[in-house]
């Protein structure tokens, strides 16, 4: 038998010291889908796949060089065979050195729940490629809403910074992200960064990615609505981040012309949007819609979402003061309202609607439920940027609680409407959905200008050609 040993940057070698199946050597770096025991996409040395008994196992992520190799043994025709591992060789005739490769590590970086939505199908599309090693790093910006996510597409975490705090700050959310991720990054250095959308957490880790010279793949790039403050922080966090990657991933072709007219280094690809494919996906599983005290057959529901920054005060005011009116002008009409966990959103809805009999105030919904109740309702009342591509997918109509849209596509398309957030804008344009069916049919049936369900796939393929040149 010929054993070829080498160094692992940063683990000490296994040579000769074996590995049982669903183990692993001692400091090995646990990455996703690319060395855990057992791990995930067939990539973990799971039972049945391990080295053999006598040969040397090391795992990890911390390849620098060609020289850098794994103990194995010749088989009796005198060759070599590639093991299932982050550390591949070729297969080589004796007397020839084996030409080991690395799997590359993506690392995908979230704290939200939009950003566990949208990245949840990509996760899933980098999890499930034979070529990559995926890493799967939580912020902690949010908690609870995460997790509801995360179990819902069953994703686990790799590390989770934990960084949440009561009466978070933008400043603190910047600091702890940049610093936790940089540890990140120096212990499992990845070859790619993933993130999502207009978040701080995206924010913060297109930056730390940057300081380590690690290239940047953002998902939803290219959204703007050209006021820096409007939507506040997200319209600054978006521009930040079109700056610092490699790799837009623009959902739209306008959304590719805003990044191409931003000056941005790298390629700009128009993906379709990642929520399609989480829609899809979820609305296969969902179960029908139930609300106690709804019935479908004889009345109408209004699913409503408001959480804002720029709608907080006297705009949170005014929208709530719009939904007592409707329910006061439609006997008909029920409202369901999933709250937003910061109390200066809830605690003003709950003043307003939390008494009324046909107000359904909730905690935030999961999101086969939130999809469940997007299929039942009649309308979609929101200041999210993601029930604007959402429910235009299922057919139901938007009206947009903002004055401003980085989702101009949806309004063009006629899916969408902007209404601001004025009470007497609300009931109006309400009202005329509720009591014109030609009004109505003409926002249900326009075409959704957001993806066909294919946006994750793209995404692998554009990070695979990256990462061969």
Not at 204 to 230: C, K, M, W
Request: proline letters at 5%; hydrophobic letters at 45%; charged letters at 20%.
């Amino acid at each position: 038998m010929r054993t070829i040993s080498s160094r692992l940057e940063g683990v000490p070698s296994a040579a000769g010291a074996g590995a049982a199946a669903g183990t692993t050597a001692s400091g090995a770096a646990d990455a996703r889908g690319g060395g855990a025991a057992g791990g995930a996409a067939g990539k973990g040395f799971a039972a049945g796949k391990g080295l053999a008994a006598g040969n040397g196992l090391v795992r990890g992520n911390g390849l620098e060089d060609s020289t850098d190799v794994i103990a194995a043994d010749s088989s009796s025709t005198g060759t070599q065979c590639c093991v299932e591992s982050p550390v591949c060789h070729e297969t080589v005739g004796p007397g020839q050195r084996p030409a080991l490769t690395r799997l590359p590590l993506v690392t995908i970086v979230l704290g939200t729940r939009p950003e566990a939505i949208k990245l949840a199908p990509v996760i899933q599309a980098f999890q499930q490629a034979s070529d990559f090693a995926t890493r799967v790093v939580l912020t902690g910006q949010h908690r609870e809403m995460v997790s509801q996510v995360m179990e819902l597409f069953g994703i686990d975490a790799d590390h989770d910074l934990a960084l949440m705090a009561p009466k978070q700050t933008l400043t603190h959310i910047t600091c702890s992200a940049l610093e936790g991720l940089k540890q990140e990054f120096e212990a499992h250095r990845p070859d790619l960064v993933l993130v999502q959308g207009d978040t701080t957490t995206a924010f913060a880790a297109a930056l730390a990615a940057f300081y380590e010279q690690i290239p940047v793949g953002h998902v939803e790039a290219g959204l703007r609505t050209d006021n820096l403050l409007d939507p506040f922080p997200e319209e600054a966090n978006r521009r930040l981040i079109s700056q610092l990657a490699q790799l837009h991933f623009a959902p739209t072709e306008r959304s590719a012309a805003n990044c191409r007219a931003s000056g941005v280094v790298g390629e700009v690809l128009t993906t379709g949007n990642t929520v399609i494919d989480a829609l899809l996906l979820m609305a296969k599983q969902a179960a029908p819609f139930e609300l106690q005290g709804f019935d479908p057959a004889a009345q109408r529901l209004v699913l409503v979402t408001v959480h804002r920054r720029e709608n907080w005060g006297e705009r949170l005011l005014e929208i709530g003061a719009a939904l007592q009116q409707l329910l006061q002008r439609y006997d008909d009409l029920v409202i369901l309202l999933p709250l937003h966990r910061n109390p200066t959103v809830r605690e003003p809805l709950q003043a307003l609607l939390g008494d009324h009999p046909r107000a359904h105030l909730c905690e935030p919904l999961d999101y086969d439920r939130l999809v469940a109740a997007m299929r039942e309702a009649t309308l979609v009342l929101s200041d999210s940027g993601g029930l604007q591509e959402e429910a235009p997918a299922l057919g139901k109509p938007v009206l947009v609680l903002r004055r401003t849209t980085e989702r101009p596509e949806a309004v063009d398309a006629g899916t969408a409407k902007l209404i601001g957030t004025a009470t007497a804008d609300i009931v109006r344009e309400a009202s005329l959905l509720l009591d014109d069916a030609a009004a109505y049919d003409a926002m249900a049936r326009a075409h959704n200008p957001f993806g066909d369900g294919l946006s994750s796939g793209r995404i692998v393929e554009a990070a695979r050609r990256l990462l061969q040149r």
